[in-house]
């Protein structure tokens, strides 16, 4: 067996390092809006809501991680709980990219689905995704309130955010990193919810 390059190993070990850096230091600065995030998705499900979750690559397969949590389960037996991530739809995002724009295949179908009382998960790494940006306008004008999920100081989204919404965003700038952090919240919000609707799993 070829023997283990030294530096490819001391790479891993920084990422591991870097990562575990952040997720300490992001605690600290993300733990209310987190907590905000959590109370609010709890109550929108107990009162009848429902969460759409949309995103754009790995923030795309984050949006249907976190539906999948809520419609299955996380760690404890419980009810389903309803969410939809709005990237799985191949003919509805295709017939929307291809009849008006890909900047609209989230807000037209945030326009069917969102109901007042309803959650749009809204995930961005760099904040400045122009087909989730598109669905923030709707979302306000629905009703619908908005957990926004970035990083590298939240972009565009930002400054397009309500005071009512929440932004969770991450601090710093490596796209791979943010990531991670941010599936780190997504189980936290998980954790969140189901311990405010259904106690805290022995």
């Known amino acids: 067996m070829q023997a283990t390059d030294a530096k490819l190993l001391d790479r891993i070990a ?3 390092a870097e990562s575990a850096r952040l997720k300490s230091e ?9 907590a905000q995030a959590g109370q ?4 929108s499900l107990k009162g009848g809501g429902k969460v759409l979750a949309c995103g754009n690559g790995g923030s795309a397969a984050d949006a249907q991680h976190f539906a999948a949590e809520l419609v299955n389960r996380f760690e404890a037996e419980r009810p389903p709980l309803a969410a939809v991530a709005l990237t799985t739809d191949s003919s509805n995002l295709t017939s929307i990219a291809n009849d008006y724009a890909w900047e609209q295949v989230f807000s037209k179908q945030l326009r069917a689905l969102g109901r007042r009382g309803d959650v749009l998960l809204a995930i961005s790494t760099s904040g400045n995704s122009r087909n989730v940006l598109e669905a923030l306008p ?3 004008e629905l009703g619908v309130r908005v957990i926004a999920l970035t990083g590298n100081g939240g972009g565009k989204m930002a400054a397009t955010l309500k005071s009512d919404d929440v932004h969770i965003c991450v601090p710093h700038k490596k796209t791979a990193r943010i990531q991670e952090v941010h599936l780190l919240v997504l189980h936290c919000l998980c954790d969140a919810i189901d311990m405010q609707l259904f106690g805290s799993p022995a």
């Not at 992001?26 to 987190?34: D, W």
């Not at 609010?40 to 109550?43: D, M």
């Open 40 to 43: 609010l998705l709890a109550r």
């Open 138 to 140: 709707v979302a306000h």
């Open 26 to 34: 992001a605690a600290r600065v993300l733990g209310e809006p987190i």
């Open 14 to 16: 920084g990422h591991f």
